[in-house]
């Protein structure tokens, strides 16, 4: 690679900008961080602290040396004491930067050239990432279709349009097939701008999702009618909805169910009929609320305890490894469910009372002596 000339970089500003579709601004930022890293290459340490200045009009560069202000100097290369500070600059203060080298740069060698073009390379795919997300921004919290593009060991790379975003493991729907292609609705979680620039966070594991779904099945919940007040799910697996119903004489149950499991069945063919959705009625009463979320075992009483958030469970004891659920499922979902931490206690359930053999003798005497009248 030939030596890097400062004056061609800056006549690239504006085609760059034009040709990935970014503000020039953006641009001139991306290429200064180059030269900085280029003259760190060429002249400096990997400690240092340094920053570069392009003018467009001159076709030249700046590189300053800079140290960060601190109470205490751990590290001389980057940072320097207050005192020492005032020294070069009187309005220095605690935490700010102050330059002590300043090099006029017009062109640098092939190594450093080197550097300089990776950097750029590197830094305008995360600007261009960065834009195309940023259209993302407003739709964060929504369900949208996109294409599958790669399957790797603990990803799915999924296409929607011009950005590229991926479904971890934790997000996806275990034992659900992704093949490549394939069109899939996903839920976008978040953008992350941590590690490798930014990232696009799409899933079909969380509750949200769900929730998503049966708002295009349920038209009452875009008019009020009825709500989901709560949602908790172990993807392919169990999912627990608590509904509720705003007008008197509306089932918030069977609208959620719909006429012969029609809309709760739309949603697992989503999802996947693997996992199971229980649609329990919500109640402001706690122990109400809980009695309902250990569906579908049939509870005999619950007791709680609103100071510690907790609450036991009493069913009686051919129901309560129906209540626990397998692996604990069941009682955990529930405890998720309504924020209590639950415990399931077997009770044997209440007998009818015995009615004594005299009263029954009673009884029949009196029949009998009736009829004899």
Same mark, same amino acid.
């Given at each position: 690679?030939?030596?890097?000339?400062?004056?061609?970089?800056?006549?690239?500003?504006?085609?760059?900008?034009?040709?990935?579709?970014?503000?020039?601004?953006?641009?001139?930022?991306?290429?200064?961080?180059?030269?900085?890293?280029?003259?760190?290459?060429?002249?400096?340490?990997?400690?240092?602290?340094?920053?570069?200045?392009?003018?467009?009009?001159?076709?030249?560069?700046?590189?300053?040396?800079?140290?960060?202000?601190?109470?205490?100097?751990?590290?001389?290369?980057?940072?320097?004491?207050?005192?020492?500070?005032?020294?070069?600059?009187?309005?220095?203060?605690?935490?700010?930067?102050?330059?002590?080298?300043?090099?006029?740069?017009?062109?640098?060698?092939?190594?450093?050239?080197?550097?300089?073009?990776?950097?750029?390379?590197?830094?305008?795919?995360?600007?261009?990432?960065?834009?195309?997300?940023?259209?993302?921004? *407003?739709?964060? #919290? @929504?369900? &949208?279709? %996109?294409?599958?593009? $790669? =399957?790797?060991?603990?990803?799915?790379? !999924?296409?929607?349009?011009?950005?590229?975003?991926?479904?971890?493991?934790?997000?996806?729907?275990?034992?659900?097939?992704?093949?490549?292609?394939?069109?899939?609705?996903?839920?976008?979680?978040?953008?992350?701008?941590?590690?490798?620039?930014?990232?696009?966070?799409?899933?079909?594991?969380?509750?949200?999702?769900?929730?998503?779904?049966?708002?295009?099945?349920?038209?009452?919940?875009?008019?009020?009618?009825?709500?989901?007040?709560?949602?908790?799910?172990?993807?392919?697996?169990?999912?627990?909805?608590?509904?509720?119903?705003?007008?008197?004489?509306? *089932?918030?149950? #069977? @609208?959620? &169910?719909? %006429?012969?499991?029609? $809309? =709760?069945?739309?949603?697992?063919?989503? !999802?996947?009929?693997?996992?199971?959705?229980?649609?329990?009625?919500?109640?402001?009463?706690?122990?109400?609320?809980?009695?309902?979320?250990?569906?579908?075992?049939?509870?005999?009483?619950?007791?709680?305890?609103?100071?510690?958030?907790?609450?036991?469970?009493?069913?009686?004891?051919?129901?309560?490894?129906?209540?626990?659920?397998?692996?604990?499922?069941?009682?955990?979902?529930?405890?998720?469910?309504?924020?209590?931490?639950?415990?399931?206690?077997?009770?044997?359930?209440?007998?009818?009372?015995?009615?004594?053999?005299?009263?029954?003798?009673?009884?029949?005497?009196?029949?009998?002596?009736?009829?004899?009248?």
């Amino acid at each position: 690679m030939e030596d890097l000339n400062i004056k061609q970089l800056t006549l690239a500003v504006r085609t760059i900008a034009e040709e990935k579709n970014l503000p020039e601004e953006t641009v001139l930022e991306v290429i200064e961080q180059a030269i900085a890293a280029a003259w760190r290459r060429d002249n400096g340490t990997r400690e240092q602290l340094v920053r570069a200045s392009l003018n467009i009009n001159s076709g030249t560069a700046v590189v300053s040396v800079v140290k960060t202000v601190v109470e205490e100097v751990e590290n001389d290369v980057n940072q320097m004491s207050l005192d020492e500070a005032k020294t070069v600059d009187p309005a220095a203060e605690l935490g700010s930067e102050v330059t002590v080298e300043t090099h006029n740069v017009t062109t640098f060698g092939r190594v450093a050239a080197q550097t300089a073009k990776q950097v750029i390379l590197q830094r305008l795919r995360e600007a261009e990432r960065e834009v195309v997300l940023a259209e993302f921004e *407003d739709k964060i #919290g @929504t369900v &949208v279709t %996109g294409t599958i593009q $790669r =399957v790797e060991p603990r990803v799915v790379r !999924i296409e929607l349009g011009k950005a590229v975003g991926i479904m971890p493991q934790s997000e996806q729907i275990p034992g659900e097939y992704y093949g490549v292609g394939r069109r899939v609705k996903v839920y976008i979680k978040d953008i992350e701008r941590e590690g490798r620039g930014p990232q696009l966070i799409l899933s079909r594991g969380n509750e949200e999702f769900v929730r998503f779904l049966f708002s295009q099945e349920v038209p009452e919940m875009e008019t009020g009618a009825v709500e989901i007040k709560a949602i908790a799910r172990e993807a392919g697996r169990r999912t627990k909805i608590a509904v509720a119903s705003a007008l008197p004489g509306v *089932d918030p149950v #069977g @609208t959620f &169910v719909g %006429g012969h499991g029609t $809309r =709760v069945q739309a949603v697992m063919n989503e !999802i996947g009929e693997q996992e199971k959705i229980d649609i329990i009625p919500f109640e402001e009463d706690a122990a109400g609320f809980i009695a309902n979320a250990m569906s579908p075992a049939e509870v005999l009483s619950v007791t709680v305890n609103e100071d510690e958030k907790r609450a036991t469970v009493y069913a009686s004891e051919d129901q309560q490894s129906v209540a626990i659920g397998r692996a604990g499922q069941n009682v955990r979902l529930a405890s998720r469910l309504t924020g209590y931490e639950l415990d399931i206690e077997a009770k044997a359930a209440a007998k009818p009372e015995a009615k004594p053999r005299k009263n029954i003798e009673d009884s029949l005497m009196s029949v009998v002596e009736e009829v004899a009248e």
